[in-house]
Nanobody, 125 residues
């Protein structure tokens, strides 16, 4: 069955870095878009970074551009989110998700995403 398992979250001081990982199984990983979303308490979930299969096109939310980098290893079926210069505003539950298609103009539309992980908490103080 399909699984997306996130790891790498934790508590970090402002200005610090974390790298999140998302290990996928049970579907054709290399043909799917991978996305990282986050949800802070009392806020709606937002798309943070997306990477498409094939050419590896990426999308970043304005709030994380220049600080976060999404990447993936198709052999390991793992997506990563490298986060640097973290601020308290980055505190949230971070989820990875997989979509069969992700047109960049609507890459963060959650309805595109078929599979979701359980999330990993990131706390910045």
């Amino acid at each position: 069955h399909v699984q997306l398992v996130e790891s790498g979250g934790g508590s970090v001081q402002a200005g610090g870095s974390l790298r999140l990982s998302c290990v996928a199984s049970g579907y054709a990983y290399s043909t799917y878009c991978m996305g990282w979303f986050r949800q802070a308490p009392g806020k709606e979930r937002e798309g943070v970074a997306i990477i498409s299969p094939g050419d590896g096109s990426t999308y970043y939310a304005d709030s994380v551009k220049g600080r976060f980098t999404i990447s993936q290893n198709n052999v390991k079926k793992t997506a990563y989110l490298q986060m640097t210069s973290l601020t308290p505003e980055d505190t949230a539950m971070y989820y990875c998700a997989a979509a069969p298609i992700c047109p960049m103009k609507m890459a963060t539309n959650e309805r595109l995403y078929r599979y979701w992980g359980q999330g990993t908490q990131v706390t910045v103080s």
